[in-house]
């Protein structure tokens, strides 16, 4: 375009407007959807079309929208919604017509969405102050005026709190907006002021890290877990509070009154839980050296008897623990699972507390930690000082790598465990039919056990009787083609279903199809497969005539033997993932972070996040283990399984020898089944 190009102005129906092809954001659906028009459409709302929309004819009556297009989108959510007033598809909108011979019309649509330059941080708290100042709006009246939430406006208006000579450099392209919005951290103008002349008297530009490293160390944030756990006792003891608009974001700016009062605090925690558990000491440690810590032993609650009254409440507690275990499996959200998962928490240590105890003779020497970690408390009770330890055995660390104690088992719903079992033998149905020879053997075994019964007395009732077991994910001909396997896989499924398919598509399946010669049968054309193909072919019958069972329930038989060949761990194939993780309680996650891999201190910091945090943080840590993690820890990550998952090699003592390598005893012979 090289002469400047005039527009006429001209009032149009909404109902005949449209979004122009050549319009740069036509293709873009999310930039017209419903969520990301909101904010415009309750501003339009408000102070009505600002600025009209650039248009061009395309039919007699209609025209298409080349730049304005989200306020489109705005005016048509407004005329939908029958609250909103002088709103609808009659409505007249102001427009600008673009000739017909206009050249270039995505250039005119490219101007306008790509040359406006938004206001930064400070421009936005100078329009949201002058609207407060001026005009006498508040933050409620800001929020709804723009679609935006109160905090959002808050955080705006933020930016005027800090100090002048900031905000100067901030204008004076001196330092970046994250930096401003990181003096904003801190409400106090005189504690900017001084970070901000110590770290620019140090040369070099301000860098947002340094200035919230500096600002971190001159108070706590009362919305913090220390904060919080503080506030009344510092509010009590008089400690100062720089506010701001914020609650939760204003700082209590004495930090030593504030690590003075966490110290008590612990002490009355652990002095309070030792009295009440009859130990003989009482101490805190704020985060502690876990090295050091390692020394201490640890005595843990032993099963005591109980009366008639306590069974009575225990068996009445189990069944509630068993009803809120199906409530959270059926939840359909996270928080559901959240509040079902608090509560199972609470009604599990009830029952721990009326069916365990302390030992009364050992109590006298143990003692309790109050520890501080990571914004978290924790008490640790049974705790034994180096000079009063008589066992030489592994010590707590805290971390839950040396606790002397089995882990409590996660909580599995019986819908859970059925649907692991069935993961479980598909995998080792997968590596059974990767394995054509083991199969063979199997098959001949099994074919061999229910035939001839009175022969081979030993031998396993099995459910290869011609049928499929149920279990199984797809047969080929389910899948869409063997060229795209993965045409009949839902994306919830899981990677060994994936490669269950894969697997399957690879078969040979050209002996099915009908041939031209009605001489020739679906038999003769298998029969006169190349020998590895009918193998192939073979193996993957006999994987399919698993029925599901859980490790835990396989005796040492030619299952158990089958297992060990094919797939001595069942994490060569499987993974735990989020769909098993989102399935667990939010208390049962931190203990498997905790107690199973030995991640204390990842437990302790994701112990206030929400439970779908903490699901994506143990399937990102079992998809690609940290670097940083310890051997230990990674060897914990490569092992780890639900209880019934794992696919456990049997001890040789187990067996019973001198009957071939899929021997099992007599006794066990008359109740053996596949399907136990």
């Known amino acids: 375009m090289t002469k400047t190009q005039t527009y006429t102005a001209l009032d149009v129906a909404l109902a005949r407007l449209a979004v122009h092809p050549a319009n740069v954001r036509a293709q873009n659906a999310a930039a017209y959807s419903t969520t990301s028009v909101q904010a415009l459409a309750a501003n339009i709302r408000e102070v009505g079309l600002l600025q009209p929309l650039l248009v061009q004819e395309t ?10 297009g989200r306020r489109l989108a705005a005016l048509n959510l407004l005329a939908a ?3 909103a007033k002088d709103f609808g598809p009659r409505m007249k909108v102001a427009c600008r017509l673009v000739p017909g011979d206009a050249p270039v019309t995505a250039a ?7 040359m406006q330059a938004p206001m930064d941080a400070l421009d936005r708290y100078e329009a949201f102050a002058a609207l407060r100042d001026d005009d006498g709006l508040d933050v409620t009246d800001i929020a709804r005026l723009f679609g935006q939430t109160e905090r959002s406006v808050r955080e705006s208006l933020r930016i005027g709190l800090v100090h002048e000579d900031i905000r100067a450099a901030h204008r004076g392209g001196k330092i970046s907006l994250e930096t401003l919005n990181a003096f904003a951290g801190h409400p106090d103008r ?20 340094t200035v919230k490293r500096a600002l971190d160390a001159r108070g706590v944030r009362q919305g913090d877990a220390l904060g919080a756990f503080v506030l009344e006792d510092y509010r009590k003891a008089g400690g100062g509070i720089a506010p701001d608009l914020i609650e939760e974001d204003s700082v209590l700016s004495d930090p030593g009154l504030v690590q003075s009062l966490l110290s008590r605090k612990l002490d009355d925690l652990a002095e309070e839980e030792r009295a009440r558990l009859g130990m003989g000491w009482a101490e805190h ?10 020394a201490y032993g640890r005595i843990y609650p032993v099963p005591v008897d109980l009366d008639a009254a306590t069974q009575a409440r225990v068996d009445a507690l189990s069944a509630q623990l068993d009803e809120l275990a199906e409530a959270h499996e059926a939840a359909e959200d996270w928080d559901a699972q959240d509040r079902l998962g608090d509560a199972h928490e609470t009604l599990e240590a009830e029952v721990e507390a009326l069916t365990h105890a302390f030992d009364a003779q050992e109590v006298e020497t143990t003692g309790v930690l109050a520890v501080w970690q990571h914004g978290g408390l924790r008490l640790m009770p049974g705790m034994v000082r180096p000079e009063d330890r008589t066992d030489r055995g592994p010590a707590t660390g805290g971390t839950g790598a040396g606790d002397n104690t089995a882990a409590a088992s996660p909580k599995i719903s019986a819908k859970l465990a059925s649907d692991m079992a069935i993961e479980r033998t598909r995998a080792v149905g997968l590596a059974l039919a990767r394995d054509p020879a083991t199969a063979r053997v199997y098959g001949d075994w099994l074919l061999l056990g229910n035939v001839a019964q009175g022969l081979v007395r030993r031998a396993e009732q099995s459910s290869l009787r011609f049928q499929a077991a149920t279990h199984a994910p797809g047969l080929i001909h389910e899948c869409a083609s063997a060229e795209d396997p993965g045409a009949a896989i839902e994306a919830g499924h899981g990677v060994v279903e994936r490669m269950l398919f894969e697997h399957e598509a690879g078969l040979p399946t050209g002996w099915v199809d009908d041939q031209d010669d009605p001489q020739e049968t679906a038999f003769a054309r298998f029969a006169a497969l190349d020998p590895v193909e009918r193998d192939r072919l073979v193996a993957w019958a006999v994987s399919r005539s698993l029925e599901p069972v859980a490790g835990d329930a396989v005796r040492p038989s030619a299952r158990t033997a089958v297992e060990a060949a094919v797939l001595p761990d069942i994490r060569i194939l499987w993974t735990p993932d989020a769909r098993l993780f989102g399935r667990l309680t939010k208390p049962d996650l931190l203990r498997i972070l905790r107690d199973d891999l030995g991640l204390g201190q990842k437990a302790d910091t994701l112990a206030k996040a929400k439970k779908s945090e903490i699901v994506e943080k143990l399937a990102a840590l079992f998809a690609a283990p940290d670097a940083t993690l310890s051997d230990a820890q990674r060897a914990a990550i490569a092992r780890w399984c639900p209880p019934g998952m794992a696919t456990v090699v049997p001890e040789r003592g187990e067996e019973e020898a001198g009957e071939g390598d899929f021997a099992e005893t007599a006794d066990q012979a008359d109740e053996a089944s596949l399907a136990a």
């Open 59 to 68: 039919g007699k009556t209609q025209y298409g929208v080349l730049a304005g």
């Open 81 to 83: 919604d029958k609250g």
């Open 108 to 114: 005119l649509s490219f101007s306008e969405n790509e």
């Open 190 to 209: 005189a504690v900017q002021a001084e970070v901000f002349t110590a770290l620019s008297g140090e040369g070099g530009r301000v860098e947002a890290w």
């Open 285 to 294: 440690r704020i985060d502690p050296d876990w090295e050091a810590l390692s």
